[in-house]
């Protein structure tokens, strides 16, 4: 390494390392503000988080960082592989907020926040007029700050949505999505009317019992500490909406709600978000130390919260290694109920208004819902005051059902408080994690594994080849690594018609 080249490190690294402070602090203000800060509260810490943000953002803009940034960039073939990636991603940023002043920055920061605050407001009024203009202001500045980007030769040809897919799956475009999802209605949409139609009776009466906010908390004790969440760098409370928050290498929280009636949604929002915590408490600690422990995509983060929340939990030996103590922890709940009944409801298919409680089956569904929404407004052919009659249609369409209200209609989710782009990442995350699941059932015992408790053997074999290169490799190459093979639904597809045949007595 030259002694430009390694001057230049230095001095990234120096700035990196204070930008992770910052960070730090406003992902725990952010994860407050979810959880426990009072209504009143949130407008004013959303703004300090906005200026930590921004005075982080700051550090970037300094002319002597973009140089040092650009210099590796250009020496990077001088570096070892995670400085390499640190460097592509550094340039990648460059481009998209050369034109960006951090005053710019700001307001579109506050713009988010506000939508948040705003979307808050209106879910708890289940009305979506309250939160229509912070939409239509984060698609502004969603255009706005794609405007201003630096022409990047990844995105040669990409339209404004292309690009929005692109921040959070890179190589992903609407083009390929559209006909991924086209095949998965192509699949989907029948086999649901064949299910549908099956006669076939699932026991569902028990999963509405009563139980205390105190046995869900004892239930998702159990569950992270059985899938190998580190609770000494870890922890985990309630929030109106599930998620997860990688704060810093040794303190990673998730969050569960509880519902006095639906016990089995507070059981897989843990087991999905544990998903997303075994995935930051054990990828390589080089990660961290080379500042690109954020550069894993969406999709692929959700391919393990999905595969730990669906592949796993709802398997017939999941489902046998924890019967016993969903028993004893729910007596009024179980006692009539047997390990088979439980299975089933487990997967019972059943069209449902609600993504986060929507079962396996008719999930990539309510996933084209919502990207086939957000990329009408992108494209401008839908007018965000119509969101929510064309919301009410496609769910009339698509699952036969529809929403009495906006809080379990178009405003359920949170997502779009900061932009588009993010839904589909959910589908992908299934489909990669079918692909990687076929290799690895041929390499481990995986139903022996599960049944018998033993998550060590199955988290291992994901550190090694699901974790290990993940924040290294594009999404495409991430995948063939893995896999051999490139991108594809129809492992998924096949997973899904098998199963659900087999459980409502269909006929190939």
């Known amino acids: 390494m030259t002694e430009q080249t390694k001057k230049a490190l230095d001095t990234v690294r120096e700035v990196l390392a204070l930008q992770a402070k910052y960070q730090h602090a406003c992902n725990v203000l952010n994860y407050d503000m979810e959880t426990i800060c009072p209504e009143q509260g949130m407008e004013a810490q959303g703004e300090v988080a906005s200026?930590?943000?921004?005075?982080?953002?700051?550090?970037?803009?300094?002319?002597?960082?973009?140089?040092?940034?650009e210099t590796l960039y250009a020496n990077r073939e001088e570096l070892d592989e995670f400085d390499r990636v640190q460097a592509v991603q550094l340039h990648r940023d460059y481009l998209r907020t050369k034109n960006i002043t951090p005053e710019k920055q700001m307001e579109f920061s506050l713009v988010y926040n506000k939508a948040f605050v705003d979307w808050t407001a209106a879910r708890k009024a289940s009305d979506f007029s309250l939160f229509a203009d912070s939409l239509e202001a984060v698609d502004k500045v969603g255009k706005e700050s794609i405007a201003l980007r630096e022409e990047d030769p990844e995105e040669k040809g990409y339209s404004v949505f292309d690009k929005m897919l692109n921040d959070y799956e890179r190589g992903m475009i609407s083009s390929r999505l559209d006909e991924t999802f086209e095949r998965c209605k192509e699949v989907l949409v029948p086999l649901l009317q064949k299910i549908m139609k099956s006669g076939k009776t699932i026991r569902t009466d028990f999963l509405s019992r009563e139980v205390t906010d105190?046995?869900?908390?004892?239930?998702?004790?159990?569950?992270?500490?059985?899938?190998?969440?580190?609770?000494?760098?870890?922890?985990y409370t309630t929030s109106e909406h599930p998620f997860t928050s990688g704060m810093a290498r040794d303190?990673?929280?998730?969050?569960?709600?509880?519902?006095?009636?639906?016990?089995?949604?507070?059981?897989?929002?843990?087991?999905?978000?544990?998903?997303?915590?075994?995935?930051?408490?054990?990828?390589?600690?080089?990660?961290?130390?080379?500042?690109?422990?954020?550069?894993?995509?969406?999709?692929?983060?959700?391919?393990?919260?999905?595969?730990?929340?669906?592949?796993?939990?709802?398997s017939r030996a999941f489902v046998h290694l924890i019967y016993p103590k969903v028993c004893e922890i729910f007596p009024q709940v179980m006692g009539d109920v047997s390990e088979e009944e439980l299975y089933l409801a487990l997967n019972l298919?059943?069209?449902?208004?609600?993504?986060?409680?929507?079962?396996?089956?008719?999930?990539?569904?309510?996933?084209?819902?919502?990207?086939?929404?957000?990329?009408?407004?992108?494209a401008g052919t839908l007018p965000v005051r119509d969101v929510q009659r064309r919301w009410n249609e496609k769910y009339k369409e698509y699952l036969g059902i529809e929403p009495s209200n906006d809080r379990e209609g178009v405003l359920q989710d949170v997502h779009w408080t900061s932009g588009f782009g993010y839904f589909p990442t959910y589908a992908i995350g299934n489909m990669y994690n079918a692909m990687y699941y076929n290799r690895m059932k041929n390499e481990i015992d995986v139903e022996g594994a599960?049944?018998?408790?033993?998550?060590?053997?199955?988290?291992?074999?994901?550190?090694?080849?699901?974790?290990?290169?993940?924040?290294?490799?594009?999404?495409?190459?991430?995948?063939?690594?893995?896999?051999?093979?490139?991108?594809?639904?129809?492992?998924?597809?096949?997973?899904?018609t098998e199963k659900y045949s087999e459980i409502y007595g269909l006929e190939g």
């Open 51 to 69: 200026f930590l943000s921004n005075e982080a953002f700051k550090l970037q803009k300094d002319e002597k960082f973009i140089e040092a940034a």
């Open 214 to 235: 105190e046995q869900q908390k004892r239930m998702s004790d159990y569950l992270l500490e059985l899938m190998g969440f580190d609770f000494k760098r870890g922890a």
């Open 251 to 314: 303190d990673i929280r998730v969050t569960t709600h509880y519902y006095p009636t639906m016990f089995l949604s507070s059981m897989y929002s843990i087991i999905h978000e544990g998903g997303h915590a075994l995935f930051e408490q054990l990828q390589p600690g080089e990660n961290y130390d080379h500042f690109i422990e954020y550069y894993k995509t969406l999709g692929i983060h959700e391919s393990v919260s999905r595969f730990y929340e669906n592949r796993i939990g709802r």
């Open 349 to 378: 298919v059943e069209p449902s208004l609600i993504r986060t409680e929507a079962d396996e089956f008719t999930y990539t569904l309510h996933i084209i819902i919502r990207y086939e929404i957000e990329k009408e407004i992108v």
């Open 450 to 496: 599960i049944e018998k408790g033993d998550f060590a053997t199955v988290n291992n074999w994901m550190k090694e080849n699901v974790f290990k290169k993940a924040d290294r490799l594009a999404p495409g190459e991430w995948i063939k690594d893995i896999t051999g093979r490139e991108f594809t639904p129809e492992d998924f597809l096949t997973y899904i």
